[in-house]
């Protein structure tokens, strides 16, 4: 009995948790990886690029409220996604238009790519900030809990509950899906393997008659999606603030190096690394090890490795050591 | 020097003058001088940047970072110490801290000394995990003694009490640090893996300064730093002071406030010329010429002996001190540290800005830029709101939209500098004031 507690507290504050945020990383390091793949750069904008999409699908939800439309159980921001991911595709592909394209045609280096994708942070963050403003917003509506930790105590009569939140079973649900297509897309299609091809050896892809303009624009359409969709995600589990949009930055880039940048396996495997990595580092195992040692062993300690306000020196750590013993990532990167 | 400086970069500097003149007699000459000191420091800021990316191209997110160790290094050299605190548990954090390091020394030296096998594999997370748990042991309970210490006014160990003049070279030491390690890591793989590295140990060092009470009281800030010129009380009191406030014209008050500037502008102004000149004798010397062949051809600069990866973690750290220099100098200035105001966008990208509008690889363009960009940052606010309220003034007072906009101009500044980093970058990439 004690120990299912054990297990059920594990799952309930460590395991689930991490799943969802791992989900989320992982979306967001896709983004990340693709554009390095095709556009041979770190998009620093990537954050804000997140800030953006979940920007307009918080607006699209609140105007979907005001007029009454509901999604019943399930949270209306996913009515709202599709107008949100075609806004933000507008805006990167016009982004891409205004700045990108240019140093494409100059054959710049990477390098000057990423102070542009400063730029263009700067201004994504002013209108996002702009528009929306600094605050947190909350844009959760529908059913709070798929099982929640009194209905499961009631359920199985143990000690501990389990809560199972609505978001964090979308979050799962909805990342699956996106990654399935998107690996269906990669592998099946012929715009996707054209993709491949185009990041496995530009030259050669050019030779056999790939339009790189059609597959660069095609690479931030899907980018915009996975952004916006992470975000929203994101964004429904936790809460929207601008600022911590941008901070996402340095666990989803860690996620995309750890996993082996340009690799979209990788940046999956990446993304769950660290949030479990995150998660089980700062979570404080008091309670887990007292349900399973014997009364008498019980800890005094927190039994906490890291405080919760170092959880990026997670992700920095995990990105140290890949980059000192395998700088190309885990599952093998690029490295331009 | 004059040989470094064209028309062209002199009448810039002139039109820069301008401006701050202009701000004096517009608005009051109070702010002006508070813009330009600011300036002073974010011209130093930029000459760091400008050593790291202008002289070498090596690209460094976490500057914030290293101002946050130079603030950090202000109030370790210049605040009294706290005997209380170091009696209840000084000693025993110093002693984590030896530990912690040991520990990390000796994971160090295992991994390079025994050879690779199971034997290796085995020793590495016993000395890791074995080290920190005696590391957080003896750690945990000497921060808990300090910070018992009167929480509300201290809760800290202090610092050294010594004059804050020497804060700048610490700050630059302990940013320089900082820089080795990171440099240690990151440097000699691809360049975006420096920014993302650079980027994560900015925030951990904020972290930190935000967490770490017993260091430098965390988000309780450290307030009333000494000051290396005279406080404004004491002058209106003096004699001399008040005989020189009349015979200029101005109340004491005033010009009690415009005289400390005015102090702190010229020891500021001192450490940027000592800084450009050596700047510039570096730039010019063999060492500048092969810095920038290793920045322009990595493979002929190795194939022609030159260390590349050696070089740049030295540059890397030079340029990181100079920055640690200036965020000493900018706590010093404030006479407070408050870790919550350390935000990227304001430290980190805002410096970049300054770089790449003054003109990268020119120490004169980023000097430039650190005062022409750290201006429009201050008055694209008031500049903004007029804007906003000629667009609002038909509006009906009472709108929503009216005082959203008028809320929203706070945020104007970012969108302006993004704008400015993306024209100048795609019109103007070299900058205002050129390499030569």
Known sequence: MDLLNALVTLLNFVIIPATAYGAQLALGALGVTLIYGILRFSNFAHGDTMAFGTMVVILCTWALQGAGITLGPLPTALLALPIGIAVTGLLVVGTDKMVYRFYRRQKAKPVIYVIASLGVMFILNGIVRFIIGVDDQRFADGERFIISAGTFRDMTGLEEGLAFRTSQGLTIVVALIAMALLFWFLNRTRTGKSMRAFSDNEDLALLSGINPERVVMITWLIVAALATTAGVLYGLDKSFKPFTYFQLLLPIFASAIVGGLGNPVGAILGGFLIAFSEVGVTYAFRKVVAYILPESMEPSGLLQLLSTDYKFAVSFGILLIVLLFKPTGIMKGKSV | ?436
């Open chain 2, 1 to 436: 020097m004059t040989r470094t400086l064209d028309a062209r970069a002199i009448l810039l500097f002139a039109l820069v003058a301008v401006l701050f003149i202009g701000t004096g007699f517009v608005q009051s000459w109070n702010t002006s001088l508070t813009i330009f000191n600011m300036g002073l420091v974010s011209a130093i800021m930029a000459l760091g940047v400008n050593m790291q990316w202008g002289y070498a191209g090596l690209f460094n997110v976490g500057v914030m970072g290293f101002v946050a160790l130079g603030g950090l290094a202000a109030v370790l050299v210049s605040m009294p110490p706290v005997g209380e605190a170091w009696a209840a548990g000084g000693v025993q954090v110093l002693l984590g801290l030896v530990l912690g390091a040991a520990t990390i020394l000796f994971a160090i030296l295992a991994w390079s000394r025994l050879p690779a096998g199971r034997m290796r594999t085995l020793a590495m997370p016993v000395i890791l995990i074995g080290g920190f748990f005696i590391f957080r042991y003896v750690f945990d309970a000497g921060v808990a003694s300090v910070e018992a210490v009167n929480p509300a006014a201290t809760g800290y160990l202090g610092g050294l009490g010594l004059p804050v003049i020497l804060a700048w070279p610490v700050g630059g030491l302990l940013a320089a640090g900082g820089a080795w390690i990171i440099g240690k890591t990151a440097l000699g793989l691809r360049s975006d893996y420096l920014a993302i590295a650079t980027l994560g140990i900015a925030e951990i060092i904020i972290a930190v300064l935000k967490n770490e009470d017993w260091l430098a009281r965390g988000v309780k800030n450290v307030t009333g730093i000494p000051r290396p010129v005279p406080y404004e009380v004491d002058l209106q009191q003096a004699d001399w002071f008040i005989d020189l406030a009349a015979r200029i014209g101005a109340s004491p008050v005033t010009f009690s406030s415009i005289f400390v500037k005015l102090c702190y502008a010229s020891l500021f102004i001192v450490v940027l010329l000592i800084l450009i000149w050596l700047s510039e004798k570096a730039w010019n010397s063999p060492w500048g010429r092969m810095m920038r062949a290793i920045r322009d051809n990595e493979v002929s600069a190795s194939a022609m002996g030159k260390d590349v990866k050696a070089r740049h973690l030295q540059v890397f750290v030079l340029g990181s001190a100079i920055i640690g220099m200036a965020g000493a100098m900018m706590t010093t200035l404030d006479s407070q540290l408050v870790p919550g105001t350390y935000q990227p966008l304001r430290f980190t990208f805002l410096v970049w800005v300054m770089v790449i509008v003054g003109g990268s690889g020119n120490n004169w363009g980023a000097v430039l830029g650190g005062f022409l960009i750290w201006w429009l940052w201050i008055q694209v606010e008031p500049l903004g709101a007029l804007v906003m309220q000629g667009i609002t003034a038909g509006m009906d007072p009472e709108s929503w939209l009216r005082n959203h906009l008028l809320d929203a101009v706070a945020h104007m500044r970012l969108l302006t500098m993004g704008v400015i980093l993306l024209l100048v970058l795609r019109f103007s990439p070299r900058g205002l004031i050129p390499e030569r």
